[in-house]
């Protein structure tokens, strides 16, 4: 079965510090994952989206890596702000469907930085 | 460019009632993806729409139906509204272009409450 699991659902960070959030995934086969962020009563918005062949990408202050043998993600946020307070998810597409017609999705990490 | 346009942004209705979302995507996009979201279930794929097409279907019952018109504007029906159908409702559009690495981008969602 096709899932995505998200750790840890939620965490609590102060500001400026650093924190990880981790993805595994058991789709198959594998075509792309994505990391969102999802601020409360809006709709997600795309922070990376990686292939196959990319092990890491960056966009600002997030870095997210992908290791396909072992089907983990990981999305690091550096020098986190209050802004970052969201929740974010992590998407797997599967290899042969159309860009959004079979998005499996985490439950996501709910993030809170507090001052 | 304008983003992918949700209406409308809440809705309140009565168990039984029928509603109907609409979305209009980013223009130059063709496809277009509806999700439900709840803090239960997380986001739940219910169907994708491609030129005028339904090219994909999650696990819903039949309540939920939608639509795909020419200009790739599209609508979702919820008949015989349900209690547990109360959600945030999200659109997401992509260009469907033959790389997978096309993204989907988000409308801020519709929040259906029924009561």
């Known amino acids: 079965k096709n899932q995505v699991e998200q750790s840890p659902q939620s965490l609590i960070i102060l500001e400026g510090k650093n924190c990880t959030l981790q993805c595994n995934y058991t789709v198959s086969p594998f075509s792309n994952l994505r990391w969102y962020k999802q601020d409360t009563g809006r709709g997600p918005v795309s922070l990376t989206i990686?292939?196959?062949?990319?092990n890491t990408k960056s966009n600002g202050r997030y870095t997210a890596t992908l290791d396909a043998d072992t089907k983990q993600s990981s999305l690091h946020i550096t020098a986190s702000q209050l802004s970052d307070s969201a929740s974010y998810i992590c998407?797997?597409?599967?290899?042969?469907?159309?860009?959004?017609?079979?998005?499996?999705f985490g439950q996501g990490t709910t993030l809170q930085v507090k001052p | 460019k304008a983003g992918v346009t949700q209406t409308p942004r809440y809705l309140i209705k009565t168990r039984g009632q029928q509603v109907t979302l609409s979305c209009s995507p980013i223009s130059g996009h063709r496809s277009v993806s509806w999700y439900q979201q709840t803090p239960g279930q997380g986001l739940q794929f219910l169907f994708e729409?491609?030129?005028?097409?339904?090219?994909n279907k999650g696990n819903f019952p039949g309540r939920f139906s939608g639509r795909q018109f020419s200009n790739s504007r599209s609508e979702m029906n919820v008949s015989t509204l349900e209690l547990g159908d109360s959600a945030l409702y999200l659109c997401a559009s992509s260009p469907d272009r033959q790389n997978r690495g096309d993204e989907a981008f988000f409308g801020q969602g519709t929040r259906l409450t029924v009561v």
């Open positions: 990686m292939t196959f062949s990319e």
């Open positions: 729409y491609f030129s005028e097409t339904q090219r």
């Open positions: 998407v797997v597409s599967a290899h042969g469907s159309s860009n959004t017609g079979k998005l499996i």
